[in-house]
């Protein structure tokens, strides 16, 4: 059964550039949040297997995003996306619940990689 992924970017050209590598590969992308409030939102709604979700986004940010998922589901998989390559926010995303970070720009291999160690 293909798994559902919610994609969480405010760059619009970012969520479908992942949405394609995830659809191409079997995976079925639930839904998509241009902000943290909204990846929130979508969570509740949707309740996907996975979260690809960037770190620097308008209205509420990556990780305070993670933070409010975690609370809601302690159980979430979701995995943290960022072009800074800044590690205070990887170690910060990983200590709070992130399996994996992504670093932009964006290698398919490395998202699938990533996609597969936590939903197979």
Partial sequence: MAKNI???D????????IKDILTKNGYNVAGEAEN???AV???KE???DLVLMDITMPEMDGLQALKEI????????IIMCSAMGQQAMVIESIQN???DFIVKPFQAERVLEAVKKVVG
């Avoid at 405010?10 to 550039?17: C, E, L, T």
């Avoid at 975690?70 to 998989?77: C, E, I, M, P």
């Fill in 6 to 8: 919610l994609v969480c």
């Fill in 10 to 17: 405010d760059a619009a050209f970012m969520r479908m550039m």
């Fill in 36 to 38: 943290g409030a909204k």
């Fill in 41 to 43: 939102e979508k969570y």
């Fill in 46 to 48: 949707l309740t996907p």
């Fill in 70 to 77: 975690k609370k809601l589901d302690g159980n979430a998989k």
């Fill in 97 to 99: 619940g992130a399996k």
